[in-house]
């Protein structure tokens, strides 16, 4: 089975600076996405940023990018020149990328607490 | 696009009641999914529907848990004779075809707390 860890519970991080929130996950398969989804306190889940296994470049979208290690199951998120906005918690999930699999796998989730 | 509505967005209710929640995806979508998140955790799989038919369910979906999407469109997912360990939050996504690499959207969610 599949599974998502993120050892981080909680994390914070002066605004406009860098902060890196990590994901590792275990698989069989050799095919998958991997997502960093927002939760913020409103509840409603946001895609933050996606990442197909078969590409070797990591995604970026804006100040969101990731690091993809596919050897070492490792999908990190970097988030750049923090903003208050981007106060959250963060979700870590996956899903095979095979006929039929259509659930999301998440991981437990990192408390981001953006210090102004 | 209106987003995924889900109601209502909180529910007490007392411990052996019945209880169902509504869930309305965009109107393209023909994927709903249900999903359960306890405090403090991620969410967990429920169960998907591709248009009316109901594809796969969660061994979390015991038999006091069921959920219909009776014409493709909006769903339901009702709790016969909750317990305390079905307090949580009740998320609801939807999707449309190829847009696996892109995520679901997801509803506010239905708060279950049941006393």
């Known amino acids: 089975a599949q599974t998502v860890t993120q050892s981080q519970p909680e994390m914070s991080v002066q605004e406009a600076e860098t902060v890196t929130l990590s994901c590792t996950y275990d698989?069989?398969?050799?095919?998958?996405?991997l997502f960093w989804y927002k939760q913020p306190p409103s509840r409603q889940m946001i895609l933050v940023i996606r990442?197909?296994?078969?590409?070797?470049q990591n995604a970026t979208e804006n100040r969101f990018s990731v690091n993809f290690q596919k050897a070492a199951k490792s999908f990190s998120l970097k988030i750049s020149d923090s903003q208050l906005g981007d106060a959250a918690m963060y979700f870590c999930?996956?899903?095979?990328?095979?006929?039929?699999?259509?659930?999301?796998?998440f991981g437990q989730g990192t408390r981001l607490t953006i210090n102004p | 696009d209106t987003g995924v509505s889900q109601d209502p967005r909180h529910k007490i209710t007392k411990r052996g009641q019945n209880v169902t929640f509504r869930c309305d995806p965009i109107?393209?979508?023909?994927?709903l999914y249900w999903y359960r998140q306890t405090l403090g955790q991620g969410p967990e799989f429920l169960t998907y529907?591709?248009?009316?038919?109901?594809?796969?369910k969660s061994r979390l979906l015991s038999d006091r848990f069921s959920a219909e999407r009776p014409k493709g469109s909006f769903s339901t997912l009702e709790i016969q004779r909750t317990e305390q360990g079905d307090s949580a939050m009740y998320l609801c996504?939807?999707?449309?075809?190829?847009?696996?690499?892109?995520?679901?959207?997801f509803g506010s969610g239905t708060r279950l707390t049941v006393v």
């Open positions: 529907f591709q248009n009316e038919a109901q594809l796969e």
């Open positions: 999930a996956y899903r095979a990328l095979i006929q039929g699999a259509q659930k999301l796998v």
């Open positions: 109107s393209e979508h023909n994927r």
């Open positions: 996504a939807s999707s449309r075809p190829g847009q696996g690499s892109s995520g679901y959207t």
């Open positions: 990442q197909e296994a078969y590409k070797q």
């Open positions: 698989t069989s398969e050799s095919d998958y996405y």
